[in-house]
């Protein structure tokens, strides 16, 4: 058996001695040609990449062409008006693109997003956010040289050790303690620019947001005109201060992680060679594109936990809104279940986000400090077992120090890729908040420029009716109001009236009248500039010269003299001219004097004026606040329903002889003495606007009422009559 034996060893040995022979072979001649290599891997890898600029670049060209033809079709259409239809699969495929437009990602368009976002919140180089960048910055490069200062340090502190130098191990002790403050220092102000850089994003975009959201009407475009948006204030209160922390946050998650990967690769490739950190690139490369097809779309949870926390704020809103009408019906239950309902949808799906970053996370953890680990370690063996060319002979301490130091810096390069690869996920929960700010500023540039995306569900649906609703008016401002041919537009989309036509001058007061839902709010949205013209010519004066005064006045808060002022300032009543004592007197024209007197501060005092004054004494403060501005034109909305006759006489008595044409929507006969026009509704699309007599019209509805009483009895008189000729 042992000659059998020694002849299958011999192969063996003769292969195995062969292969040890080849691999060292290429490994001299690796060694020998290693410059040369490096030099084709960097080459290669630099023109990788600007081959891949290049293909990036064309296809945001594209993609740019692309919306700039979107954005031109998009133009041809001033308004988009959705109708009740009975094609469902029209339906089901509006609500699949509806659904495929809002999925959030990292795509060309949330860069584009995220880049609008950037120059509001960083509006110049001169800009106070420019200046806290580069700190920050100066102060991100100053933490990464410390940070290899510190490597250095701890190979020479273990090189001592090893050595058993008790004085250099206690010298280098020392500066380990001297360098720890400036790392300390610097580590908080990184803290403290990343709160400031968060504090000031949010600044910027919030004022640029109220800029537009209280300019031209579009913050009641939003609620009224458009349903996209059904949480503006979830919004702006919100989401603006989680997307400015997230903001600010990834920059410095990103900024510090790329570049201590940059400097700590430089200098470990000076001591383990670049060709051996460019394989070990490639790996973690790889092993990054298999997480991220792995990780879940964190952005659009976030997006939609985001909407569940606005709705489940806007249920509580409502509740606090309509308190007394939920009392009254005892809705307490039903209330509580529908919050109930609201509020375990959102924590259900949160707990479905936890469950997904707990999955996520245990991956991410055995790659990035594990696997990634396990090849570091393999990495800076190298100069240990294999002798680089141009490198000494280095002795015990020697390479203990190179091992140490090499480790350092490559956990720290380790360390530095593992954040960049977390912060995937910050990246995509800021795609989150940058879909949800980006869509209320398209909206509101939309509701600014004209275009309203509503579902009007009318109760006729006919074809003539979405002809209407697709169709856009004339608006011609004059010192006259004239409607010509102007269809009035009831707010589930019915037509209420398809061509209203009249014309008014200034001291022409005008009654409207009509049955409830025969348009006489619509005509007045119209008139106010609320509501947008589906046909024909309307002539108005501007919206300084019209005054709306509803039948529930809105008090705002402050002061008793702003409540008179109001929307006015203290500093535009003086600009005015105007002064306290001028209040007083407009508050002796409606016996409110008094008001002044009840409180020590006077006109300075301060209340919650809605729950303080009782509905009549609201709307005589709302007819103090249209004396105070005297505009050309006031609507008057059922604003004496709550006052006696006198007060109303002495409101109505007082404006006309302030000059301010009165057109107001009452059934009140004591108000016709003060018009002379009339635009009467019948509920049925007709209407007649005429001369208003009112001594003649109350004859004649007196009359009326006579004959209404004695048509009601002539049943009665001919069942007697019945009964006589009986006898």
């Given at each position: 058996?042992?000659?059998?034996?020694?002849?299958?060893?011999?192969?063996?040995?003769?292969?195995?001695?062969?292969?040890?022979?080849?691999?060292?072979?290429?490994?001299?001649?690796?060694?020998?040609?290693?410059?040369?290599?490096?030099?084709?891997?960097?080459?290669?890898?630099?023109?990788?990449?600007?081959?891949?600029?290049?293909?990036?670049?064309?296809?945001?060209?594209?993609?740019?062409?692309?919306d700039a033809a979107k954005r031109s079709e998009r133009k041809g259409t001033t308004s988009s008006v959705s109708?009740?239809?009975?094609?469902?699969?029209?339906?089901?495929?509006?609500?699949?693109?509806?659904?495929?437009?809002?999925?959030?990602?990292?795509?060309?368009?949330?860069?584009?997003?995220?880049?609008?976002?950037?120059?509001?919140?960083?509006?110049?180089?001169?800009?106070?956010?420019?200046?806290?960048?580069?700190?920050?910055?100066?102060?991100?490069?100053?933490?990464?040289?410390?940070?290899?200062?510190?490597?250095?340090?701890?190979?020479?502190?273990?090189?001592?050790?090893?050595?058993?130098?008790?004085?250099?191990?206690?010298?280098?002790?020392?500066?380990?303690?001297?360098?720890?403050?400036?790392?300390?220092?610097?580590?908080?102000?990184?803290?403290?620019?990343?709160?400031?850089?968060?504090?000031?994003?949010?600044?910027?975009?919030?004022?640029?947001?109220?800029?537009?959201?209280?300019?031209?009407?579009?913050?009641?475009?939003?609620?009224?005109?458009?349903?996209?948006?059904?949480?503006?204030?979830?919004?702006?209160?919100?989401?603006?201060?989680?997307?400015?922390?997230?903001?600010?946050?990834?920059?410095?998650?990103?900024?510090?992680?790329?570049?201590?990967?940059?400097?700590?690769?430089?200098?470990?490739?000076?001591?383990?060679?670049?060709?051996?950190?460019?394989?070990?690139?490639?790996?973690?490369?790889?092993?990054?594109?298999?997480?991220?097809?792995?990780?879940?779309?964190?952005?659009?949870?976030?997006?939609?936990?985001?909407?569940?926390?606005?709705?489940?704020?806007?249920?509580?809103?409502?509740?606090?809104?309509?308190?007394?009408?939920?009392?009254?019906?005892?809705?307490?239950?039903?209330?509580?279940?529908?919050?109930?309902?609201?509020?375990?949808?959102?924590?259900?799906?949160?707990?479905?986000?936890?469950?997904?970053?707990?999955?996520?996370?245990?991956?991410?953890?055995?790659?990035?400090?594990?696997?990634?680990?396990?090849?570091?370690?393999?990495?800076?063996?190298?100069?240990?077992?294999?002798?680089?060319?141009?490198?000494?002979?280095?002795?015990?301490?020697?390479?203990?120090?190179?091992?140490?130091?090499?480790?350092?810096m490559l956990l720290g390069a380790s360390d530095a890729f593992g954040r960049v690869m977390f912060s995937y996920?910050?990246?995509?929960?800021?795609?989150?908040?940058?879909?949800?700010?980006?869509?209320?500023?398209?909206?509101?540039?939309?509701?600014?420029?004209?275009?309203?995306?509503?579902?009007?569900?009318?109760?006729?649906?006919?074809?003539?009716?979405?002809?209407?609703?697709?169709?856009?008016?004339?608006?011609?401002?004059?010192?006259?109001?004239?409607?010509?041919?102007?269809?009035?537009?009831?707010?589930?989309?019915?037509v209420l009236v398809k061509a209203l036509s009249f014309s008014l001058k200034q001291g022409d007061h005008l009654?409207?009248?009509?049955?409830?839902?025969?348009?006489?709010?619509?005509?007045?949205?119209?008139?106010?500039?609320?509501?947008?013209?589906?046909?024909?010519?309307?002539?108005?004066?501007?919206?300084?010269?019209?005054?709306?005064?509803?039948?529930?006045?809105?008090?705002?808060?402050?002061?008793?003299?702003?409540?008179?002022?109001?929307?006015?300032?203290?500093?535009?009543?003086?600009?005015?001219?105007?002064?306290?004592?001028?209040?007083?007197?407009?508050?002796?024209?409606?016996?409110?004097?008094?008001?002044?007197?009840?409180?020590?501060?006077?006109?300075?005092?301060?209340?919650?004026?809605?729950?303080?004054?009782?509905?009549?004494?609201?709307?005589?403060?709302?007819?103090?606040?249209?004396?105070?501005?005297?505009?050309?034109?006031?609507?008057?909305?059922?604003?004496?329903?709550?006052?006696?006759?006198?007060?109303?006489?002495?409101?109505?008595?007082?404006?006309?002889?302030?000059?301010?044409?009165?057109?107001?929507?009452?059934?009140?006969?004591?108000?016709?003495?003060?018009?002379?026009?009339?635009?009467?509704?019948?509920?049925?699309?007709?209407?007649?606007?005429?001369?208003?007599?009112?001594?003649?019209?109350?004859?004649?509805?007196?009359?009326?009422?006579?004959?209404?009483?004695?048509?009601?009895?002539?049943?009665?008189?001919?069942?007697?009559?019945?009964?006589?000729?009986?006898?």
């Open positions: 058996m042992a000659p059998a034996q020694s002849k299958l060893a011999t192969p063996i040995l003769l292969r195995e001695s062969t292969i040890r022979a080849v691999v060292s072979q290429l490994t001299q001649l690796y060694l020998s040609n290693r410059t040369r290599i490096s030099r084709a891997v960097y080459i290669t890898l630099f023109v990788a990449l600007i081959n891949r600029v290049r293909n990036a670049i064309a296809e945001q060209k594209a993609a740019s062409a692309h109708t009740a239809a009975d094609d469902q699969d029209a339906a089901a495929a509006a609500a699949a693109a509806a659904k495929k437009k809002k999925k959030v990602e990292l795509n060309r368009e949330f860069f584009r997003s995220l880049l609008r976002l950037l120059r509001i919140v960083v509006p110049g180089w001169r800009s106070k956010e420019t200046r806290l960048l580069i700190s920050h910055s100066f102060f991100l490069v100053l933490r990464t040289l410390i940070s290899l200062k510190v490597a250095a340090m701890d190979g020479a502190i273990v090189k001592a050790l090893v050595k058993g130098n008790g004085r250099e191990f206690l010298m280098r002790i020392v500066w380990w303690m001297l360098i720890a403050v400036p790392a300390t220092f610097t580590n908080s102000m990184l803290s403290y620019h990343q709160a400031e850089l968060s504090l000031r994003y949010r600044t910027r975009l919030t004022q640029f947001i109220h800029d537009k959201y209280l300019s031209q009407l579009t913050f009641y475009g939003i609620s009224a005109l458009d349903d996209r948006i059904k949480n503006p204030d979830q919004l702006i209160a919100v989401d603006v201060a989680k997307f400015s922390n997230s903001l600010a946050e990834l920059y410095s998650n990103l900024a510090k992680p790329i570049l201590d990967m940059t400097i700590y690769t430089l200098s470990l490739s000076k001591s383990v060679g670049g060709e051996g950190v460019v394989f070990m690139a490639l790996l973690v490369q790889l092993s990054a594109n298999v997480m991220r097809v792995l990780t879940p779309p964190f952005g659009k949870y976030v997006a939609d936990e985001a909407r569940l926390e606005g709705e489940f704020r806007f249920q509580h809103s409502r509740l606090i809104d309509h308190a007394e009408e939920v009392a009254l019906y005892a809705g307490h239950e039903a209330e509580k279940d529908t919050l109930d309902k609201g509020y375990f949808t959102l924590i259900k799906h949160v707990n479905y986000i936890l469950r997904r970053r707990f999955y996520h996370g245990f991956m991410e953890d055995f790659v990035i400090k594990y696997f990634w680990g396990a090849l570091g370690l393999l990495l800076c063996s190298v100069p240990v077992f294999v002798k680089l060319p141009g490198q000494a002979v280095l002795n015990m301490g020697d390479r203990t120090e190179s091992f140490v130091t090499n480790r350092r996920r910050e990246i995509m929960e800021l795609a989150g908040y940058t879909s949800r700010v980006a869509s209320l500023l398209d909206v509101m540039d939309d509701i600014q420029s004209g275009h309203f995306e509503k579902k009007l569900v009318s109760s006729s649906g006919t074809e003539n009716n979405e002809a209407v609703l697709r169709g856009r008016g004339k608006v011609v401002e004059s010192t006259d109001i004239e409607f010509i041919d102007v269809p009035i537009i009831s707010p589930n989309g019915d009654l409207v009248v009509g049955p409830n839902g025969c348009g006489k709010s619509s005509l007045f949205r119209i008139l106010g500039g609320l509501w947008p013209v589906y046909g024909g010519t309307v002539h108005k004066p501007p919206f300084t010269d019209i005054f709306y005064i509803p039948q529930r006045p809105y008090l705002s808060r402050g002061s008793l003299r702003q409540q008179i002022i109001y929307p006015d300032g203290l500093r535009t009543m003086r600009a005015k001219g105007v002064s306290d004592a001028d209040l007083m007197a407009v508050l002796r024209m409606l016996g409110l004097e008094h008001l002044v007197e009840l409180y020590p501060e006077g006109w300075d005092a301060e209340a919650e004026w809605r729950d303080v004054l009782s509905g009549g004494l609201q709307q005589r403060v709302a007819m103090a606040r249209l004396f105070y501005h005297r505009p050309r034109y006031a609507i008057l909305d059922e604003c004496t329903s709550s006052v006696t006759l006198d007060t109303e006489k002495a409101m109505y008595e007082n404006a006309k002889a302030l000059g301010i044409t009165l057109m107001t929507v009452s059934h009140r006969r004591s108000l016709w003495k003060y018009h002379s026009r009339i635009l009467q509704f019948d509920g049925q699309g007709n209407y007649v606007f005429t001369g208003l007599d009112a001594e003649k019209r109350l004859a004649l509805e007196d009359e009326k009422e006579d004959l209404d009483v004695l048509l009601r009895q002539v049943p009665e008189l001919e069942r007697r009559i019945e009964e006589l000729t009986a006898l």
